[in-house]
């Protein structure tokens, strides 16, 4: 009888013990990803898109304890995106929110005051989650007007300060130039920009793990 009931007993023990002290076997921390078109491998294969890097980046940098979850859909705008976060959080329960939103929404000319409101609460929802966030800063195109391009620009830094977020100064950065890195509609990487792109966000990111 004494057998019976200590038994079982110590080998959950044991089990609980190797679970505990045994990296890669308890669950890892979930790093979202909430953005657009240029995060939803748009025009490039996936398995090379940034995402996936990024994946394969962590793994070979020593932060194999994290998994990520791409949540981009393409055309998606700041305002789908602080719709969709609220059951991304609750499903995902992610330690680390990347926003990479607002692009779409100005390259359709949506005022900036309403881009900045729905980035904002994206931030606000997930910092009252007790999640840490990374904003993905964006620029348009000049043939919008200096004062709503400058508007838009000014849009991502001040956000970070005011709700201190972790910053990517400007995504397309080293990128969006260069004919060869960008794809023939003159917005999305190509696959040989997806690299820069993870260039562009680790540096910022690898604080936050």
Same mark, same amino acid.
């Given at each position: 009888?004494?057998?019976?009931?200590?038994?079982?007993?110590?080998?959950?023990?044991?089990?609980?013990?190797? +679970?505990?002290?045994?990296?890669?076997?308890?669950?890892?921390?979930?790093?979202?990803?909430?953005?657009?078109?240029?995060?939803?491998?748009?025009?490039?294969?996936?398995?090379?898109?940034w995402v996936n890097l990024l994946r394969q980046?962590?793994?070979?940098?020593?932060?194999? &304890?994290?998994?990520?979850?791409?949540?981009?859909?393409?055309?998606?705008?700041? &305002?789908?995106?602080?719709?969709?976060?609220?059951?991304?959080?609750?499903?995902?329960?992610?330690?680390?929110?990347?926003?990479?939103?607002?692009?779409?929404?100005?390259?359709?000319?949506?005022?900036?005051?309403v881009i900045e409101k729905n980035l904002a609460?994206? +931030?606000?929802?997930?910092?009252?989650?007790?999640?840490?966030?990374?904003?993905?800063?964006?620029?348009?195109?000049?043939?919008?007007?200096?004062?709503?391009?400058?508007?838009?620009?000014?849009?991502?830094? &001040?956000?970070?300060?005011r709700y201190n977020s972790a910053l990517v100064?400007?995504?397309?950065?080293?990128?969006?130039?260069?004919?060869?890195?960008?794809?023939?509609?003159?917005?999305?990487?190509?696959?040989?920009?997806?690299?820069?792109?993870?260039?562009?966000?680790?540096?910022?990111?690898?604080?936050?793990?």
């Amino acid at each position: 009888m004494f057998k019976n009931t200590v038994l079982p007993a110590l080998r959950s023990f044991a089990l609980l013990l190797v +679970l505990v002290t045994t990296p890669g076997l308890i669950s890892a921390n979930t790093l979202l990803v909430l953005g657009d078109s240029l995060s939803a491998a748009y025009g490039v294969p996936e398995e090379t898109a940034w995402v996936n890097l990024l994946r394969q980046r962590l793994a070979d940098k020593g932060h194999s &304890d994290w998994s990520v979850v791409n949540a981009s859909i393409s055309g998606e705008t700041a &305002d789908g995106g602080a719709r969709r976060l609220p059951d991304l959080l609750n499903k995902y329960q992610p330690q680390l929110v990347i926003v990479e939103l607002g692009g779409n929404d100005g390259l359709r000319g949506f005022p900036p005051q309403v881009i900045e409101k729905n980035l904002a609460l994206m +931030l606000k929802n997930s910092q009252q989650a007790g999640v840490q966030t990374l904003l993905v800063g964006m620029q348009i195109p000049p043939n919008y007007g200096d004062r709503y391009t400058q508007a838009f620009a000014a849009i991502f830094g &001040d956000l970070a300060q005011r709700y201190n977020s972790a910053l990517v100064p400007f995504f397309l950065d080293d990128i969006y130039n260069v004919d060869s890195l960008m794809q023939s509609d003159g917005i999305h990487p190509t696959e040989p920009a997806q690299s820069i792109l993870l260039d562009n966000v680790w540096p910022h990111l690898v604080p936050l793990l």
